[in-house]
């Protein structure tokens, strides 16, 4: 394996099924470009290799004036399409010259999402371009089966930089074994109620990482503790169990199916990254609760209006409530302040600001260590508000929160500047005495 000098891999050595994960079941997800309008060779261009450069320069040698060199070599599109997109929207490249002629990004498209973990690749989707969508038990789509992805990687090299990432628990081997299993599980719950496959989730992960995330207080009955899962979800963002039960049934296969590619942004991380796709806190078990989160966003959409939900849906859903799926992975876990992180005030949200303050004071080492409560107690204490205030009281706690609290009980090692880490201990002092004025001014002059 070649890295980079930032340490990012290039060209993979081996492609066998071992050294490559898929996030996805074999040929569950399917595309269709003529109702999409080939979108993906409408951005902004592709990466190549120097080899499938030089053949597409000798064909049109006035593509020179639009390779640029990013992570590898790129072919940068000139609005609105790639230069090879003919008119009836086909691929001029694949015409002319097969299927094996087309780039590398544009024969694995939209699977072009790789990551490295130790010597094995995880391929996910990319971003939310594609309109993905699942089809039948019974059926398979032929351009995502793994061994279909597979030679299309396997013809050439690939010469990108693949980000590298460390499994939040475990070790490497272990997580993905289990997110192998997920994979398999992901058939056959298909099209179950989404909660049977929480509790396969709980089962599996007590399997492979029991010593490192499930303490003995999760019980052993996964089938109970997965409805329990999904009642704290429920309550906290004010959304009926009957409300879920109306959404159409199509919704709870898609997230099963989605399930496996939604763990691996979580269960794997950039290393460093400083806006990585899950918080530094985020456990096995909080992964499946932030997965009950979007599963029941996505209910809300479809009940909303939206009658086709696809993997856009889902992937555009995780985006924009990044901050609210994190919040709601924590609900399980007893969170202190982070030592050395600021208090952020109520700021904009004065009609919050008292249950705010409360939460903020259940979140004090002093509290949590005398009687250690989850995020879930702490917010159903104060959560009084309904319908669309209720979801603006929960963001407002995802933004204040995102990032300062931690499930050490100690507050864990403070990496803070001394000012931060005395401005901090104010807040602490002034949060425990239970003097709201005090808090205002000491929130107000840090
Ligand atoms: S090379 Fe072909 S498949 Fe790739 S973006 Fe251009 S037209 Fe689309």
Redesign the pocket.
């Known amino acids: 394996m070649r890295t980079s000098e930032s340490g990012e891999a290039r060209t993979p050595y081996r492609l066998t099924p071992e050294h490559v994960y898929f996030t996805f079941a074999s040929g569950r997800l399917s595309y269709d470009c003529a109702s999409c309008g ?1 979108t ?2 409408r ?1 902004h ?2 990466a190549v290799n120097s080899q499938d450069a030089l053949v597409q320069l000798t064909r049109r040698p006035h593509l020179r004036f639009f390779l640029a060199e990013r992570d590898g070599l790129v072919v940068q ?1 000139c609005a609105p ?6 008119n009836d929207g ?5 015409v002319e010259q097969g299927y094996a002629a ?2 590398e ?2 024969r694995l ?1 939209p699977f072009i999402d790789i990551r490295r973990v130790g010597q094995v690749l995880i391929v996910a989707p990319h971003g939310d371009m594609c309109p993905l969508e699942v089809i039948g038990e019974t059926e398979a789509s032929g351009t995502s089966t793994h061994a279909y992805l597979l030679d299309a990687m396997s013809m050439q090299r690939i010469e990108r930089f693949l980000p590298e990432v460390a499994p939040i628990a475990g070790t490497a081997e272990s997580v993905i074994a289990l997110e192998r299993e997920i994979v398999a599980a992901s058939e056959r719950y298909l099209t179950l109620p989404y909660s049977e496959f929480v509790g396969e989730q709980l089962r599996l992960t007590r399997k492979y990482l029991q010593s490192e995330t499930m303490t003995e207080s999760w019980g052993s009955d996964s089938a109970l503790r997965s409805k329990r899962m999904l009642a704290q979800v429920l309550d906290t963002i004010g959304f009926a169990v009957e409300e879920l039960e109306q959404a159409d049934r199509s919704v709870g296969v898609l997230i099963a199916a989605l399930t496996p590619f939604l763990r691996s942004r979580m269960m794997f991380r950039r290393d460093g990254a400083e806006h990585s796709d899950c918080t530094r806190d985020i456990d096995a078990v909080g992964v499946i609760f932030a997965l009950l989160g979007v599963f029941a966003l996505t209910s809300a959409a479809n009940l909303a209006g939206m009658q086709r939900v696809t993997f856009q849906t889902v992937a555009r859903i995780w985006k924009e409530n990044h901050e609210l799926l994190t919040l709601i992975s924590l609900l399980g876990t007893p969170l202190v302040w982070r030592r050395g992180e600021e208090v952020a005030p109520a700021g904009s949200y004065p009609e919050f600001e008292a249950a705010y303050f409360e939460v903020a004071r259940a979140l004090t080492s002093s509290r949590q260590q005398s009687a250690p409560r989850t995020l879930y107690e702490i917010i159903a204490s104060q959560n009084s508000w309904h319908g669309a205030q209720r979801m603006r009281f929960l963001r407002m706690l995802a933004t204040r929160l995102h990032g300062r609290v931690t499930s050490s009980l100690d507050g864990g090692p403070s990496s803070a500047s001394m000012r931060k880490r005395v401005l901090s201990q104010f807040q602490q002092l002034a949060l425990s005495s239970g003097d709201d004025k005090l808090l205002r001014a000491v929130l107000r002059s840090s």
């Not at 399409?81 to 003919?86: E, G, I």
């Not at 086909?90 to 694949?94: E, F, K, N, T, Y």
């Open positions: 080939s993906c060779c951005g261009g592709y599109n399409a790639c230069f090879f997109l003919a086909r691929c001029s490249l694949q087309k780039p990004t544009c498209f």
